[in-house]
Structure formats: structure tokens, C-alpha cells
T-cell receptor
Framework: DAKTTQPNSMESNEEEPVHLPCNHSTISGTDYIHWYRQLPSQGPEYVIHGLTSNVNNRMASLAIAEDRKSSTLILHRATLRDAAVYYCILRRPFSGTYKYIFGTGTRLKVLA | DGGITQSPKYLFRKEGQNVTLSCEQNLNHDAMYWYRQDPGQGLRLIYYSQIVNDFQKGDIAEGYSVSREKKESFPLTVTSAQKNPTAFYLC???????????????FGQGTRLTVV
């Protein structure tokens, strides 16, 4: 089954850019790449998604490799509020709806 | 404000008891999901429903049951058959395929279930 692979943890200094990598070598053509983040004892929060092209929104940027087997979430200026577990997820069409396939996530620590 | 609400936030269960976790959404989403999260791990799919009166097993459905009598509600029952129920449970909703609207899933704040 498709899955995503991420580093267990990363550290960044406040106000510096952060690049969070994700490998999804078994991605299929109809899978969208989603990123969510989760604060302690809360539900995951949507960050960004893409299919083939790089994407920008007010929270972050998403860079997708040309072969789609990897992607990178970019936080342009990390703040203390960005400390969370970041999940790279494949959203797959499944039986009339979607299946969201989670990996184990990257715990981001932001240093003041 | 639209959103998805889970209750209770904390729940304690005695051995052999069934407990029901509530999930309500007012986002007009057709699809709803239940996930289980264990410490240090990602989310695993328990059940999902794409429409009222229809639901399907996910990857770890054994020991759980659900119902979908209303579009807004998707309660999860953790039965006594679930041998290791202590976990963080998350409910989510999204538009179904072909529906209008955004692509992301919205998650509730979770219910932490502990067996005592």
C-alpha cells in the first residue's frame, strides 16, 4: 500500500526557513499530496496540498519533484507557533470518496 | 462557525464496557472518517462513511462499530471486543468525490480514551 516516509524530527531557529522533506515513492497518478500539522492533544490542521505543480499559500509552500516521488514543505519564516508534528499525506480516490494515508510525521522544534 | 465537534474530550472505560464517542459536523460534508492515533504514530483509519446509511471498514475496524443515521453525525462505539482501546481518537469530514467544494479534510479536536 502507498505510504509516506518522513524524518522523525527536525529543529529550526526562529525566523529561519524550514524545509520538511517527504518521500512517497509508491504514489499513484491520482494521489494528491497533502500536508497537515498537529499540535499536542489536538486534531490535525490542513496546511497545503498539490498534485504536480508547486503551490503557495499564506501558510507555506509545497515543492513537488518532477517524478512526484518526493515533496518538500517549506515554511518561509518559522515561528514558535509552528512547532508541531507535520504529516505528509496521500489523498487517494477510494470507493466514491477519499482515503487519507498518513505517515508517522516529523516533529518540528523551533528554537527561540 | 462551521466545524467538526467531538465529545467528550476525555473518556474513561472499565474493562468489558462499551463506550460511544460522538462526532458532529455542520460543514455539509458527505464523507466522515474515524481514525485512531497511538503515541508517536500516525493516524490509522477505523471506519469511513461517504453517505448517510452507508459506512465501510477501514484498516483496523475490529472491535469497533459505527452508524450514520444523519449526515451531520457519525458516532463510534468502542466495544469490549477491542483488546487495546486506549488511544487518541480523531473524527474527520470532507467532501466526497465529485462534490463541489474544497479538497481538504477537517478534523475534530479528538477524544482521549483510557481503559481503567
Amino acid at each position: 500500500d502507498a505510504k509516506t516516509t518522513q524524518p522523525n524530527s527536525m529543529e529550526s531557529n526562529e525566523e529561519e526557513p524550514v524545509h520538511l522533506p517527504c518521500n512517497h515513492s509508491t504514489i499513484s497518478g491520482t494521489d494528491y499530496i497533502h500536508w497537515y500539522r498537529q499540535l499536542p492533544s489536538q486534531g490535525p490542521e490542513y496546511v497545503i496540498h498539490g498534485l504536480t505543480s508547486n503551490v503557495n499559500n499564506r501558510m507555506a509552500s509545497l515543492a513537488i519533484a518532477e517524478d512526484r516521488k518526493s515533496s518538500t514543505l517549506i515554511l518561509h519564516r518559522a515561528t514558535l507557533r509552528d512547532a508541531a508534528v507535520y504529516y505528509c499525506i496521500l489523498r487517494r480516490p477510494f470507493s466514491g470518496t477519499y482515503k487519507y494515508i498518513f505517515g508517522t510525521g516529523t516533529r518540528l522544534k523551533v528554537l527561540a | 462557525d462551521g466545524g467538526i465537534t467531538q465529545s467528550p474530550k476525555y473518556l474513561f472505560r472499565k474493562e468489558g464496557q462499551n463506550v460511544t464517542l460522538s462526532c458532529e459536523q455542520n460543514l455539509n460534508h458527505d464523507a466522515m472518517y474515524w481514525y485512531r492515533q497511538d503515541p508517536g504514530q500516525g493516524l490509522r483509519l477505523i471506519y469511513y462513511s461517504q453517505i448517510v446509511n452507508d459506512f465501510q471498514k477501514g484498516d483496523i475496524a475490529e472491535g469497533y462499530s459505527v452508524s450514520r443515521e444523519k449526515k451531520e453525525s457519525f458516532p463510534l462505539t468502542v466495544t469490549s471486543a477491542q483488546k487495546n482501546p486506549t488511544a487518541f481518537y480523531l473524527c474527520a469530514s470532507s467532501y466526497s468525490r465529485g462534490g463541489a467544494g474544497g479538497t481538504e479534510a477537517f478534523f475534530g479536536q479528538g477524544t482521549r480514551l483510557t481503559v481503567v
